[in-house]
């Protein structure tokens, strides 16, 4: 995708994470009866916006530095660092003067919010496709220079087992809370024998490294549509074809066939394919055609643009089961408590120093290039990344940080546990430093974004 596209998704989902966060400490504060005095998306410092427009008591707007977002909430400490209100005695109306405990539902409101769109999104993605099964008949295709080859899988491996547990599906098998497990093993077959393999203790940092997993099933190189007046047609080539090879090479996976044709452009090349004779109603199987297929060999000519006019054929062992909604709901729950549980297990890491921050941590430039790619990928695939971005914002603004949700949510607790207020100099000065910690940050990760481009 071009910049502007690239820079359009990374907007929108800034845009719709940072809402949603916000719309959860607006609405909560709203429910006890303190007054908002801001709702921005983007921080407006040196009272720089894009735009505003006051409704009833609150000020609306797009600050010019995309760095998050906030709700002012009247007598509130938070990112503003407004003292005004400081010189006069605390109103009904304002934070300071409500209960600790809305206090800290408000301060939770945020966090809430990011969990309850990412299950949302799970709930209404498996709502409308269902929950998709991929057999693990279909055998492994693995990426040279991957963590999982690095770790003695090859092309053609059939997996069995993770952790000494059975797997059913390649959903199961790659399922992200097996990553962030204490330690991962994988049994597998090769050629009739059982081996058993283990990943390495940092596999979350080397998959971020390679920005993909580096695994999934086979696609086989079964030919579905073979265009008229193209070198495939030329040549003989037949839907319903397997091709297994290409200049005496082996192929096993369609983006093998794709990769070496494209390489090719304007010169011959040689393509084994195997065919046999099926009905319509029967099912084109890989396996069968290479069993029992009949050989050909065609030289063929790729155009200038390397393509030969063949599509593929999918024929992949894939399940879809629908969900009434209450199992949608159920599912989408269980999705967001795994992806949380697993994020929590991720960053646990990081500070153990297990995994390596810079190149498990992304800042905008990162996310900006993962949001394009799965746009890229369609909207289901835009929507699951949403998903997991809200999640670790929810996750980071856990965290007991001043300035961070977490960080607001201790300070009133330790008020509520003392049963008074902490002096508004100590808050203040709390905040500062927060403050001034998220932004080195928030440097130090843009800037290792900007190397690592």
Do not use: C
Not at 397 to 411: C, E, I, K
Not at 431 to 445: D, E, P, R, S
Request: hydrophobic share 45%; proline share 4%; aromatic share 10%.
């Amino acid at each position: 995708m071009d910049f502007l596209s690239t820079t359009f998704f990374f907007i929108l989902a800034i845009f719709i994470l940072v809402t949603a966060h916000e719309l959860g400490h607006f609405l909560t504060a709203k429910l006890f009866g303190m007054r908002v005095d801001k709702f921005y998306i983007g921080f407006d410092f040196f009272e720089k916006r894009l735009w505003k427009k006051k409704i009833g008591e609150t000020e609306y707007g797009v600050g010019v530095f995309p760095l998050g977002g906030y709700v002012k909430i009247a007598g509130m400490v938070d990112e503003s660092l407004d003292t005004a209100f400081q010189s006069a005695e605390p109103q009904p109306w304002e934070f300071r003067a409500k209960p600790v405990w809305q206090r800290l539902i408000v301060l939770a409101g945020g966090v809430s919010m990011n969990l309850v769109l990412a299950a949302a999104i799970f709930i209404g993605i498996t709502l409308v496709l269902g929950e998709s099964r991929t057999s693990l008949n279909n055998p492994a295709f693995v990426e040279r220079g991957s963590v999982f080859e690095s770790m003695g899988m090859k092309t053609g491996d059939r997996l069995q087992l993770a952790n000494g547990k059975k797997l059913d599906s390649w959903e199961k098998a790659l399922d992200p809370e097996l990553f962030t497990a204490r330690s991962l093993n994988y049994t597998l077959v090769r050629d009739g024998q059982s081996i058993t393999v283990k990943a390495p203790s940092n596999i979350m940092s080397s998959i971020n490294k390679k920005q993909s997993l580096g695994i999934r099933p086979i696609v086989p190189p079964v030919i579905d549509e073979v265009l008229a007046k193209m070198p495939a047609k030329n040549a003989g080539i037949k839907s319903g074809g397997l091709i297994t090879a290409i200049n005496g090479k082996n192929v096993s996976d369609w983006t093998e066939v794709v990769g070496i044709i494209s390489a090719n452009a304007g010169k011959p090349i040689t393509i084994t394919w195997q065919h046999i004779q099926t009905s319509q109603n029967n099912k084109i199987n890989a396996e069968d055609i290479r069993a029992k297929g009949e050989r050909f060999v065609s030289t063929v000519v790729p155009n200038t643009s390397g393509k030969i006019g063949i599509s593929l054929k999918q024929t992949i062992e894939t399940e879809r089961r629908k969900l009434n909604v209450i199992e949608s709901v159920v599912s989408g729950v269980n999705q967001t408590w795994k992806m949380s549980a697993m994020t929590v297990q991720g960053f646990a890491k990081i500070f153990t120093g297990e995994e390596d921050f810079r190149k498990s941590v992304g800042g905008p430039i990162k996310i900006a290039k993962i949001a394009s790619q799965s746009a890229e990928q369609g909207p289901v695939s835009f929507l699951y990344f949403l998903s997991m971005l809200s999640i670790s914002l929810a996750i980071i603004n856990m965290l007991p940080v001043p300035a961070l949700d977490g960080g607001q949510f201790v300070l009133n607790g330790i008020e509520g546990i003392i049963r008074r207020e902490i002096p508004f100099e100590v808050k203040m000065r709390i905040q500062q430093v927060g403050m001034a910690l998220l932004m080195a940050l928030f440097t130090y990760i843009l800037l290792n974004d900007i190397f690592n481009f």
